[in-house]
């Protein structure tokens, strides 16, 4: 090899290692766990495992790189078995071409898929030899599967900007990420019992909406900027957000995760464009009544950052502000609290109704609340503001 040609050599096979490493680091959330069921989908899907990653970091570590010039055009790499003891990765000329990066078609990707052949996975050509699943369902591993594993199911969909990664923040640029195809096809698959609670729990939150609006607890849009200065306190909730909230909650699809990367989250939003919203460990142990910690507030608060209101966490404000964000800035927890501090009954649902109004609803907010009080101290009036709220109850 050229001088060039071994540095590149030599740096894409560091690379190739340190991405090795972050797997193996991350493994709770992107490698397979040994003799667990993952469904019918594993049968089209290269899970890989712990060992496995061991298995090619151990191979690369020993093996030593020529240039290879064969007969025909290939593009690549090749594992040659020498006569020797000493194990070597043939570099093709089209290996040099190669993205530095782990992508498609990357040198780090084309160092794992030999590193798959020394340990004696088969390439595409000898597929054949084992096709099929494994008796646990599972996909039948070839060189290129396990390529492929890393090179598009756990790799980077953002790109590399300002010393990290803007799909996941990721600081090292050889790495895996955590937000990858595979962690969530290991983790967010939802079962029919929490799909159950996940349905119901919207219903129920979109009751809870209508209730408010119905009960005169929200304020029109023109009313706001009068009332924000006598109320500042108060995180008023206008009729044009309490209809963005029953729409954006009647399109999401839910979907869990049960590995999130902060594990005290309830519920988190995906893609906007798709209108995902993934549902944490403690949104199933959350109560299914609205008080502060329910599972309603949690889908207020997503709900909300789907619409672009910030986490009281972050600190950056939206670029583009939108509806009610124009003339009130406010937070989604501030929309979460209006309806678990501001809105909610103070006594708790006993034999068929809250006793500190009479409701007998129990998706519902209080008439007695502290936003009812405030509202009807502030607002007299507060009996018309329903002539622009949603037209009948979901």
Known sequence: MTEIENRMAVEAHIRTLTILHDALNKKGLLLAEPGRDYGLQAASIPLICPQLVEDLIQTLRQVEFLKYNPKQDEDGVGAIYPASSAQVIGLYKGFWKRHENLKNVSRPGALIKAAALILGYHDYDQSWLTAGLEEDGRLVLTANHICEAFEIWMGHKGKYMNDSYTCCGETSEHSVCELSDMRYFLHCKIDEEQKEIAENSRKATQKILFDAWNKGLIVDDGLLIRLQQAMETVPLI?????????????MVTFKCDNKP??????????????????????????SDQLWPGSRFGSLILCASQMLGYSHILETSSPKDPTGQQKWDPMTADDICAAFEHWMVHREPYVEGSYSCCGEENKY???????????????????????AHGPRSEV
């Open 364 to 386: 519902s907010v209080c008439r007695e609340s502290l936003m009812g009080l405030q509202l009807r101290e502030r607002l007299p009036e507060v009996q018309g503001l329903k």
């Open 261 to 286: 990367k902060n594990e005290v989250l309830n519920a988190y939003p995906g893609d906007p464009e798709k209108s995902v919203m993934y549902l944490c460990p403690f949104f199933w142990k959350q």
């Open 238 to 250: 206008t009729t044009s957000l309490l209809a963005d909230l029953m729409k954006k909650l009647d």
